[in-house]
Every structure is written in structure tokens, then in C-alpha cells.
């Protein structure tokens, strides 16, 4: 069992023992599906109650959680994958990190459409029904989309004019710089990332200060409004150390050369994992009406109140 790294155009293996990778696959396995498990009620809730059909904020939450499943999905596989078959077709490869790249940058995008709905509601509600309407989420939801399969396609067809049909034939361990190794590509990600960064965490503090300005004199909701930007705050956080995620693998090696699979692995939990446990947090526990909802399906109640 081994772990591997990119560094340049060379591939370096770090083993781990049977042990240490039996217990790191079924760690891996026991929270992610978890999460998924959790995931799937929440989508389950959604789906039975017509009372979130017509709120924006509960179907960009709905969007959020489909793509942190398909996100938690892909990276799973790809986990154990990396033990088990250590390496695959570079085309199969090439899938799923183009699946896992396009999630990975919808989630900023959605989280920060949550939080401009937060702020409609607290700072202009007597026009949040006419700004905020279902038909415009759905091109948000659409846009999302747009912008991140325009981001993350072009690795795909420079790879296309660049390297050799043998190369999609062959195998590798799968990592975004093995499936795309072109090194334009990495300056592109390098300044895709700043610019998310950027944008992103500007909205965030604009909404943030907004809130906390308009909470100091409003209501409880105003309050609970400004709380829950802090927690997308913190979520946007977590989930763009995956745009710091090569070098940190880098400053890793350096300072914990003998530990560095443990390292990988911690980074792993904390890029990868973590940010999709927040999702359940916010919404699934915090929101009165979704836990009401919620805690019938986990005690399996399949019959309506």
C-alpha cells in the first residue's frame, strides 16, 4: 500500500503498512458515508415537503448537498482506490478529477448565492420575495455550473492537443497533475484559484459586515442570519485549502518527511471531509424547520404528522 505525490514530472511513493492503510481506508469509508448517509436525509426531507420547494435558500442548500455528495462520492473511490488498484486508466482518471475539480469549485460559488440570500433577507426583506424568486435560483444553479465546467473543461482539451492518444490508454496514479501534466495547466489552476479566493471571500465579508451592522438593532433572525455567514465563513474557508492543497503537500514533506502519509492523510480529513460535514451542521441542526422535518427520517417516521 502506498501514497503518492506529483512533484514536477516525477512520481514518488511514501508506503504504508497493511495496518496503518487498513485503518485509514475504513476510517475514510465509516465518515464518508456517514455524511452521505446524512446527506441523503437531507435531500430525502427536501424532496417530501412541499414547504421547501419555494424557498431559494433551501433548494441552493438542496444544490449544495447533491454536489457535496458527488464530491465525497468521487473522492472515496479515488481514496481507496489509490490503495487497492493504485493505478488506473489515465481517461478514467481524467473523469473523475473533472467530476471532483467541478464540485470542489461549485461549493465557494454556492456557499456565497447562500449568503447573498442571507443578507437579502435580513437587509431588504420587504423585497426578498420579488428578488430572491425560484426561477432565478435556478439560473444561479445554472450559472454555477456554467462558470465551474468553464473553469475546469479546458485542462481537458489542452490535454487533448498536447499529449498522445497512448497517454489516455496508459495507466498512473490518479492525481490532477498525472491526468492533466501539462504545466499551463498549473498556472492556470494557480491563478483560477486566487481569483475564487478573491471574489469569494470578498462577498463573504461585504454580506458579513452588512448583517452585523443591521443585527446590532433587528431582530433575532438578523442575529441568527449574521451566526450563519460566520459558519459559510468558515465552510468557504475549509473548502479553499483545497486551492493551497499543492503547496501544502510540498511544505509537508519538508517538515515531516518520515510521517508524511500520516500527514497527507490529516490534510486529507481536514480539505476533503470536513467541509462537508458543515452542511448537515447549518442546516440540517440549526434550522428549526429542516431538524423538524429531518429527525422523522432519521427515526425513520415514514408517515406525515
Known amino acids: 500500500m502506498s501514497v503518492a505525490s506529483a512533484n514536477g514530472s516525477q512520481l514518488i511513493q511514501y508506503p504504508d503498512s497493511l495496518g496503518k492503510a487498513v485503518v485509514k481506508n475504513v476510517l475514510v469509508l465509516v465518515i464518508g458515508l456517514s455524511i452521505n448517509y446524512i446527506n441523503v436525509g ?21 444544490h449544495l448537498v447533491v454536489n457535496d455528495m458527488i464530491q465525497m462520492s468521487v473522492g472515496i473511490t479515488l481514496f481507496v482506490v489509490s490503495y487497492t488498484l493504485y493505478t488506473i486508466s489515465v481517461s478514467v482518471c481524467a473523469l473523475f478529477v473533472l467530476m471532483a475539480v467541478i464540485t470542489v469549485e461549485n461549493t465557494p460559488l454556492n456557499l456565497a448565492c447562500m449568503a447573498a440570500e442571507c443578507y437579502v433577507a435580513v437587509c431588504l426583506p420587504l423585497r426578498h420575495a420579488a428578488i430572491c424568486t425560484v426561477r432565478r435560483t435556478l439560473v444561479l444553479i445554472a450559472l454555477i455550473w456554467t462558470i465551474s465546467f468553464s473553469s475546469t473543461f479546458p485542462d481537458l482539451f489542452v490535454t487533448l492537443a498536447t499529449e498522445p492518444l497512448e497517454f489516455f490508454s496508459s495507466k498512473t496514479f490518479c492525481l490532477r497533475e498525472t491526468a492533466f501534466p501539462s504545466p499551463i495547466l498549473a498556472q492556470k489552476r494557480d491563478i483560477t484559484y486566487i481569483v475564487y479566493l478573491v471574489l469569494v471571500w470578498s462577498v463573504i465579508f461585504f454580506l458579513y459586515f452588512k448583517i452585523l451592522f443591521t443585527a446590532k438593532t433587528a431582530s433575532k433572525d ?18 479553499m485549502t483545497t486551492y493551497a492543497e499543492a503547496p501544502v503537500k510540498m511544505a509537508v514533506l ?11 492523510f490529516a490534510c486529507y480529513i481536514v480539505v476533503q471531509v470536513l467541509p462537508r460535514a458543515i452542511s448537515p451542521i447549518i442546516y440540517g441542526v440549526r434550522d428549526k424547520c429542516f431538524r423538524k422535518y429531518l429527525q422523522r427520517y432519521l427515526r425513520c417516521e415514514r408517515r406525515p404528522r
Open 222 to 239: 438578523a442575529k441568527k442570519a449574521r451566526r450563519t455567514i460566520v459558519l459559510h465563513g468558515v465552510q468557504v474557508l475549509l473548502c
Open 254 to 264: 519538508r517538515w515531516f518527511p518520515k510521517n508524511y502519509t500520516d500527514s497527507l
Open 42 to 62: 437531507l435531500m430525502y426531507t427536501f424532496c417530501k415537503h412541499q414547504i421547501f420547494y419555494w424557498n431559494p435558500r433551501y433548494i441552493l442548500f438542496f
